[in-house]
């Protein structure tokens, strides 16, 4: 299988690629948030895009994540692992923590969220029960395992609308509505995947506890937030290395 990572926030760029070339896709939906990196990590081929653009100029309500998943699609993708940056509402989901989510419930509005639109198009639905794909959750458990990372495996993704972060109150209602975590960008994009039948997985960072939460009773420090996603996303590469090795072997 050839995989795409998207990198979130934290993740503009993927160290290791040799070969470099990057490509330009045009879709029907408009440009992709940049070009597509091909290249290679310890031998094995894959594709890169940033999510919110390789200088992190694209606010999450403004990406055009249809464009983002029909050009991996295009190009080749069997698989994708979306890299994002969360706060943790769940009192263990502290900084640094990694999880791999299995569940997520959206709360934005607005956005583009599906490839069957138009007249031209049928009415389609997707089963969407489990949002995040088995195996490539497997996988990318077993690569933070053989490489000694802790990582939690189950999680539910409340998903904002951002760009602001959210308010105490409203980190609460996550929480009552059963959210492990609160990112701005988990969909649609996980929801065109399962369309284009692309397996999907997340890897969540939490980079802070979310508004009202741990050390952040009285406010979010962005600064803090900065210096946890050097240290994490230095294991996250390490873990991304680890699991294109296992897919590449078939483990």
């Not at 070969?19 to 290679?40: A, C, E, F, I, K």
């Not at 919110?52 to 692992?81: C, F």
């Not at 929801?191 to 980079?207: D, G, H, M, N, W």
């Amino acid at each position: 299988m050839k995989f795409a990572i998207i990198g979130g926030s934290g993740l503009t760029s993927l160290a290791g690629l040799e070969n470099v070339r990057r490509q330009v896709v045009r879709t029907p939906y408009g440009d992709p948030s940049g070009p597509l990196t091909h290249g290679q990590l310890q031998g094995v081929d894959l594709m890169f895009l940033a999510r919110h653009g390789y200088g992190h100029t694209i606010t999450p309500h403004e990406i055009n994540y249809r464009a983002n998943v029909w050009a991996l699609k295009h190009a080749g993708a069997d698989g994708i692992v979306s890299v994002a940056t969360v706060g943790g509402i769940r009192a263990e989901y502290g900084p640094g923590t990694l999880v791999l989510p299995d569940q997520i419930i959206d709360y934005t509005h607005g956005r583009r969220g599906t490839f069957f639109e138009g007249l031209d198009q049928p009415v389609t639905h997707i089963d969407f029960t489990w949002p995040y794909d088995d195996g490539v959750r497997g996988r990318l458990a077993r690569a933070a395992a053989n490489l000694g990372e802790p990582m939690a495996l189950v999680g539910t993704y409340g998903c904002t609308q951002g760009p602001r972060l959210e308010t105490a109150a409203e980190i609460r209602r996550l929480e009552r509505d059963g959210c492990d975590l609160v990112g701005m960008t988990g969909m649609p994009e996980a929801a065109l995947a399962r369309e284009l039948e692309v397996p999907y997985a997340a890897l969540a960072v939490v980079a802070n506890h979310a508004a009202g939460k741990g050390d952040s009773c009285d406010g979010i420090s962005l600064e803090a937030i900065g210096a946890t996603l050097d240290g994490a996303m230095a294991r996250v590469r390490r873990i991304l290395a680890e699991f294109v090795r296992m897919a590449a072997n078939g483990d």
